[in-house]
């Protein structure tokens, strides 16, 4: 059992033994610490640290995020530096030191190439000396005490390099494969090639040196050979080549005898080949063979990508051993150990308990898995800090890196040695698929703590466990000890109840009891006994009797051991199975008995019933609608054909009851159903729908079983079977990804579905419909029309002209109540746009515009008619047009201003500010933002003053009684009726008003502005309608009306704007400066700027030809920029700028 | 308006016109997925997607400034994304978190980026995000004990402005007869649940949250105990307000349910193979709008 953790390879859990881990992310590379404890993956996000011998705990996750992937990782294999692991990252390479914490573990970066680094290796002899390559042809060494450049630097000039080896024995010599040669390199010869093998037919992927043999090196190809060269004799001849079917991705020498180890770049059936390069009799003399491997490591179902060999060895008293395994990494997402049969160690000539010569340095059996203590350790000179957190995203997530439950589930371990059935069998095998298999059951079950390797765990849940009411759950917590040698006999595993209110005394130790029954009997067995436990806590009669014969079927639940399955099928289905069990399932088990025909088929049900019992996939929707953006809606059904089946079916399934007790199972199925469907409508509405998929499923076969004879039955049962036992091979060799219960139903249904399939093709000679997919078009019943879309307009004139527009539109149309709306509409923008001293004063009169507006926002909501709330929104939000139209026709008099601000009074004080605030963005667009930051503050200022005088009269003649004058400047709190009066004709002196329009409106900053125009919604309002505006772009874009989709942004974001403006001003004090606001406005275009990687035109991705303004920096296509420019001056984006004014400039 | 006939050699579980409504997908326990080109009343059968072990539940499209791209579930416990590129459609990703069959898979409103729902019988949903550099995040949430039978997303609250706080929420319906309504929380970078709606009597089949904020939010749900309610939220804030679709119990169970894209009206759909459709008067209350039958 896999109760150790310490510091020596042989009482390694995982030594010799077979282990499957799933990591999931894209992991690329792998490597190897030199003594074996841990093994690292490198993928896209980072390295993954894995313990072999604690498979169980979740890997140490350094995050480094790229958006490159790691071409190489290598941990040094000297005992100086077992801290260090270098991987690539694109042109850098990066070291890692692991003793330190993992959000500073880069210790160095080393950065020359140009281009990515396809291979990193760490020099034999020196351990602060590695050689990089990389697809810009260079061959850089490095020297890490100095990284900041390689010491010696090489290139081959013509291709990129894709390999770099270190020679075993000679430190100054190095190889590195160009293309289709490979060069050996001496330091100290500069860069003229020591020599240049030449002789493959495609690309040398792959060089190894041999470890013994000073001067010999193999390398394989694309070619699919691996040549072995002797460079001190030939250049042009190798010493020995073998050919495979393959393409070599990786070749190499054994680290023990004389073999090599080829892997395929793609075929050769996923695996790992050996092949022996011991000297045969009678084959001196032949230099060129097919390959023969002597043994291959089958069983990844997609292509390895890199193997290393994870070794051990002790030389003591006792004599020597020497051991190895073999770790691969593979396209799967498995993580794989295999041990290494005896045979393999004596066809290469290896005799493992041999004295070796030279002394193997000693590695220190740590593991770099867990994070080291020293939290902080800030030796690292800041900039490096700096580039670290530049180039990974850490700090994103917190702790939960990866879910301990699922990290566990992808776990295997197998403890016979033999690697033939590794990987096949599916029973539960240790601990920690036993807490997965729990997790995933029970998920309502928290584990707080798992320690698989302590066997330690900690589980929370909620139980019924209360004394006096059996529906009150119980948070209980309970800490479980698992001995090492569980499951076997003597040993089970202790709980301990932590101590809880709610939990009496009595309970507790009623349950104690009955715990230690349920351990003691599993463990006697060998059985384990978690699951029954935990049921017992959840509230279920647990049924010691039982347990013994069925607990560890029940545990399986993943896959079903094959060979086990006639046990299975003959298990009775006991009390606490049918619990979850539909009563079909029952049925089916007896059933079974009765036709010797039906048993292969029961069998197979039997073993899927185990499977469904928690399957709650519901029944499948066989008709249905579904609305389509453009407003039509789509429809599909069943078949009428169908529709009959199905409801025999289901009232298969409601006359089961009745079925189940007759001998004759079809007869009286016929029977029943028959007598049913001839009055079916009535019982119809009372049958029970089946509810779960999988109780469709049998009553499907069993109803084609009524349809055909059973002779033909027969026939088609055995088909099934072997399809099904096909596919079940297939699921157990390739799919072992799928660790889930899925797979065991794939037979299943794959049947369920031939057999439809089989029956179709019976009866659908007669052509009949099985299926239907309709498009019916409803748009009547939707308001939002695209024809009108297209013809209302909501800019460039007048406000009371487009409403006129509109109008004509509408009727054009036939809307009546629409046409009206915007008629009225039309009339009171007219009256509002003529320039009368009084009309504002109808603003909140119940005929007046703001009322209108109100009332008809309200209306179209109720309608819900988006189309209508969007562009009344617009064209009453569009003050720009009429900011357009009145500064070219109105000029101002100070009478006339007068009187509006008179009129202003009469606005309910409450309105006063919002009404403020939506004119602002015009302003926004008009100046350069320093100016409204001027209003918002003095704006905020007076806000006492507007609620103070809230429930004053204005109409009472105290108002114009008394007349004081208060300066602009001035602020004090007004709170009495007095200062309200100041509405004096006087417009240069006067500006206290209660109101704080009036103050603002004669501001010198206001009056440079011009005109202010008023707003006709107020700010809830405008929230509202920027809203529906937002919606309806989002509909317009589907209708493909990009051009009104932008005008209409165009409006919205303009009151966005404000909307942020808003806040501030509220949050900042009244004083604050006009630098403050410039940064506010500094950083939002920043973030605009991170946004706009899409057009704002089309909204769809922009890649090149794009239009980018120099001034506001929004992009677009060139093409829609050409679409854009020739019909408007402003940008699309609605940020006001003008694009081609600025680009006229910019030329200038 | 095209009729498409036979396309599935097996019963017919989606189908979903695209964004522009030019191509049709759909997906059947034939265990593949069907790709039409619609013009008018012609339809053009392009491309047959098989990859899927078990029957496909739902499809789901992608909004196209991603690309072309269709995510579906399965019965076999996976959601395969498929994008089409120059006329080719390649299974681009698979996302297999789940243990049990995933009922139904939609993408988040476009603002929040390539973000996927996805509802399965293992009792859990999870929301998966694929990045532009090819790596995706899943959260798994546990979200009903016996199974999640649908998921759907809110409505984007905002615009694209990423200096606001985007409301992110979705619902889900379980085979625990409860419909649950979970929010993002932005410290935790986890999704909260938010509400939980009890009112259905059985399992809930399908959630479908309207895609327009108008008044208020809406959410339609349908249950295999032949009831739909109606739940609205004002201002996206306190409590839900329950609304049964109509007093009496529908003739059969409830499969689906589907709002158009204002929000208007309501399609629903169920074992009657039998669509009604349904919206909401003046006062509030819902009345029928309409009937189709094959």
Redesign the interface.
């Known amino acids: 059992m896999v109760g150790y953790v310490g510091g020596d390879p042989y009482q390694s859990p995982s030594f010799g033994k077979s282990l499957s881990l799933r990591v999931d ?2 992991v690329n590379a792998l490597s190897i610490n030199p003594s074996g404890r841990d093994v690292v993956l490198a993928s ?2 980072g390295l993954h640290i894995i313990d072999l011998d604690d498979p169980f705990s979740p890997p140490r996750w350094l995050r480094h ?3 490159w992937q790691v071409a190489d990782v290598q941990w040094s294999p000297h005992p100086a530096k077992p801290y260090w692991v270098v991987s690539t990252s694109n042109q850098k390479a990066i070291i890692w030191n692991l003793a330190k914490a993992s959000s500073d573990a880069i210790e160095h970066v080393l950065h020359k190439h140009f281009r990515a680094i396809t291979d990193i290796n760490f020099s034999p002899q020196h351990p602060d000396i590695l050689a990089t390559c990389s697809i810009d042809t260079y061959v850089h060494a490095w020297d890490i005490r100095s990284p900041q450049r390689p010491f010696y630097t090489t290139s081959g000039w013509r291709s990129g390099a894709s390999q770099v080896k270190w020679s075993f024995n000679d430190q100054n010599v190095l190889a590195s494969a160009h293309g289709n040669d490979v060069c050996i390199w001496d330091l100290r010869k500069g860069s003229t090639p020591l020599g240049k093998l030449v002789g493959h037919g495609s690309s040398v992927n792959s060089v190894d040196f041999n470890r013994f043999k000073r001067t010999e090196l193999m390398t394989g190809s694309n070619d699919g050979s691996v040549k072995f060269w002797d460079y001190s004799k030939s250049c042009n001849e190798p010493i020995k080549t073998v050919r495979t079917d393959f393409p070599i991705w990786r070749g190499r020498y054994l680290p023990f005898g004389e073999g090599c180890c080829l892997m395929p770049s793609v075929g050769g059936y996923n695996s790992v080949y050996v092949a022996s390069l011991a000297k045969k009799e009678g084959t001196e003399g032949v230099n060129d063979s097919k390959l023969q491997p002597i043994y291959a490591f089958k069983g990844h179902n997609d292509r390895v990508t890199d193997f290393v060999w994870r070794s051990r060895n002790r030389c003591d008293s006792e004599g020597c051993d020497r051991e190895f395994q073999l770790v691969t990494w593979s396209k799967d997402c498995d993580l794989r150990l295999w041990p290494v049969p005896e045979a393999v160690y004596d066809r290469v000539n290896f005799n493992r308990h041999q004295e070796l010569g030279e002394s193997i340095p000693s590695y220190e059996y740590v593991t770099y898995n867990r994070e080291p203590d020293i939290a902080k350790h800030q030796t690292g000179s800041h900039s490096k800090r700096i580039r670290e957190n530049f180039v990974s995203t850490s700090g ?2 917190s702790k939960k890196d990866v ?1 301990h439950i ?1 990290w566990l589930s992808g776990v295997r371990m197998n403890y016979d040695s033999s690697p033939e059935n590794i990987f096949k069998e599916r029973t539960l095998q240790n601990l920690g698929e036993e807490v997965s298999s729990l997790g ?1 059951k029970f ?2 079950v928290v584990f707080e703590k798992i320690s698989v390797s302590t066997g330690e765990l900690i589980i929370t849940l909620n139980g019924p466990c209360s004394q006096n009411d059996p529906d009150q759950y119980i948070f209980l917590r309970i800490d479980v000890k698992v001995p090492p040698e569980y499951p076997s006999k003597g040993y089970p595993p202790v709980f301990s109840i932590e101590d809880n209110g709610n939990l009496s005394n009595n309970r507790r130790e009623s349950l104690n009891q009955q715990l230690r029954e349920i351990c003691t009997k599993c463990t006697d067995l060998g059985l384990y006994c978690l699951e029954p436990c935990l049921r017992l806590f959840l509230g279920e009669k647990v049924n010691l009797e039982e347990l013994g014969q069925n607990d560890e079927p029940l545990l399986n639940f993943e896959i079903a051991n094959q060979l086990a399955m006639e046990d299975l099928s003959s298990l009775p289905s006991s009390e606490d199975h049918t619990e979850y069990l539909s009563d079909s399932s029952t049925s089916e088990s007896e059933e079974k008995g009765n036709s010797s025909v039906l048993n292969l088929g029961v069998n197979l049900d039997g073993q899927i019933n185990r499977d469904l019992t ?5 029944v ?19 078949s ?1 054909g ?2 009959d089946r199905k409801q025999q079916a289901m009232l298969r399934l409601a006359s089961r009851d009745t079925i189940k007790h007759q001998n004759g199972y079809y007869k009286g199925g016929i029977h029943k159903s028959k007598m049913l469907t001839d009055n079916t409508t009535p019982d119809l ?1 009372k049958v029970q ?1 089946p ?1 779960r ?1 999988v109780e469709t499923i049998p009553s499907a076969t069993n109803s084609l079983g009524k349809s055909t004879h059973l002779t033909s039955e027969e026939e088609s049962e055995s088909e099934y079977s072997d399809s099904f036992e096909d596919d079940w091979s297939d699921i157990l060799v390739n799919d072992i990804g ?1 660790r ?3 797979p065991a ?2 037979g299943r ?1 794959s049947k369920t ?1 031939e057999s ?2 089989s029956e ?1 093709g019976k009866t659908t000679e007669s052509k009949k ?10 748009s009547h ?4 029309r695209k024809d009108l879309a297209l013809e209302f307009r909501f800019t460039d004139a007048p406000q009371g002209e487009l409403a006129r527009h509109n109008a004509l539109v509408a009727e054009k149309y036939g809307l009546e109540e629409k046409s009206h709306c915007w008629q009225i509409f039309s009339d009171l923008l007219m009256t509002n746009e003529e320039i009368d001293p009084y009309n504002l004063i109808w603003d909140n009169h119940p005929m007046g515009i703001k009322w209108f507006i109100k009332e008809v926002l309200s209306y179209f ?4 008619d ?2 209508m ?1 969007a562009m009344l929104g617009a064209v009453a939000a569009n003050t720009a047009a009429s900011v357009l139209a009145t500064t070219n026709t109105v000029k101002l008099d100070p009478n006339q201003d007068n009187k509006k601000m008179k009129s202003t009074i009469n606005f309910n004080p409450n309105e006063n500010p919002n009404s403020w605030r939506t004119d602002l963005p015009s302003y926004l667009s008009l100046n350069n933002g320093v100016a409204p930051s001027f209003f918002e503050s003095s704006k905020y200022r007076y806000s006492p003053d507007e609620i103070s005088i809230k429930s004053e009269d204005y109409f009472s003649p105290k108002h114009y009684n008394n007349t004081s004058t208060i300066a602009p400047t001035v602020s004090p709190p007004i709170s009495n009726t007095a200062v309200s009066a100041t509405i004096a004709h006087n417009q240069h002196t006067v500006s206290r008003i209660p109101n704080v329009t009036i103050e603002l409106v004669d501001d010198d900053v206001l009056s440079a502005i011009r005109q202010p125009v008023r707003s006709l919604l107020d700010q809830n309002d405008a929230a509202k309608f ?3 505006s ?2 309806y772009a ?2 317009l874009y ?1 209708w ?1 009306l990009p051009m009104q989709r932008a005008e209409l942004l165009k409006i ?1 974001f303009e009151s ?1 704007h404000k ?2 403006l808003d806040t501030d001003s509220r949050i900042s004090s009244d004083n604050r400066d006009i630098f403050g606001e410039m940064e506010t406005n500094w950083e ?1 275009n920043r ?1 605009r700027e ?2 706009f990687h ?1 057009c704002n035109y089309c ?3 922009v890649t090149r030809n794009i239009f980018l303004c120099q001034g506001c920096e929004h992009v677009m296509h060139a093409s829609c920029a050409r679409d854009w420019w020739a019909q408007s001056e402003q940008c699309a984006s609605g940020c006001g700028c003008l694009c081609p004014e600025v680009l006229r400039t910019l030329q200038v | 308006m095209p009729t498409i006939a036979n396309a599935h050699n097996d019963l017919i579980h989606d189908a979903v016109l695209d964004y522009y409504g030019r191509r049709l997908a759909t997906c059947s326990s034939d265990k593949t997925i069907k790709i039409f080109e619609v013009e008018g009343e012609a339809h053009k059968l392009v491309e047959t997607l098989s990859g899927h072990e078990g029957p496909v539940w739902r499809i789901a499209w992608a909004h196209p400034k991603f690309g072309t791209i269709l995510a579906s579930c399965s019965y076999d416990g996976k959601v395969l994304i498929w994008k089409e590129e120059n006329g080719k459609w390649d299974q681009i990703a698979v996302h297999a978190v789940h243990s049990a069959s995933v009922n139904s898979v939609q993408w988040a409103p476009h603002e929040y980026g390539a973000l996927l729902l996805a509802a399965s019988s293992d009792g859990k949903v999870s929301v998966v995000e694929f990045k532009e550099n090819g790596t995706t995040s899943p959260i798994v949430i546990d979200a009903h004990a016996i199974g999640v039978n649908a998921a759907s997303w809110a409505p984007a609250t905002v615009q694209g402005d990423s200096n606001s706080q985007q409301l992110r929420r979705f619902v889900t319906g379980g085979a625990d007869n409860l419909v649950k309504v979970w929010k993002f929380n932005n410290d935790s970078q986890m999704y909260v649940l938010e509400n939980t709606l009890e009112g259905h009597s059985d399992w809930v089949r399908d959630v479908a949250w309207s895609p327009s904020i108008l008044l208020r939010s809406y959410i339609a749900t349908v249950s295999q105990d032949h009831t739909c309610i109606i739940w609205s939220q004002e201002n996206n804030e306190g409590s839900w307000k329950k609304t049964p679709l109509q007093a009496e119990r529908f003739p059969d169970v409830l499969w689906r349910a589907s709002w158009s894209l204002s929000g208007n009206i309501l399609a629903l759909s169920g074992g009657d193979n039998k669509v009604t459709l349904w919206k909401e008067d003046l006062e509030g209350k819902w009345e029928p709008a309409g009937e189709v039958q094959q």
């Not at chain 1, 499948?620 to 069943?638: D, K, Q, R, V």
């Not at chain 1, 419909?769 to 409803?778: A, E, G, H, Q």
């Not at chain 1, 019943?781 to 939002?784: A, G, Q, S, V």
């Not at chain 1, 909501?861 to 819900?864: A, I, Q, S, V």
């Open positions: 992310g894209g896209k996000q995020v790229t958006p994103l997530k879910n699922s995933h998920p309502k928690f399957d709650s996939t519901p499948p929707t066989e008709c249905g609608a579904i609305w389509s953006p453009n407003g039509t809606l789509l429809c599909f059904f069943a009428e169908k529709q509405t729908r509810k998929y799928v889930t219960k899925l139903l794939r249904v579905f439809v399939n179709s419909v099985k299926n239907m997919v309709i498009t019916k078009d409803f019943l939707i308001p939002d909501e109720r309608k819900n988006l189309q709330l920027r809203f529906y937002y919606q989002k509909l589907t493909g919205s966005t909307g942020t939002e973030q991170a946004n899409s909204g769809l991705k």
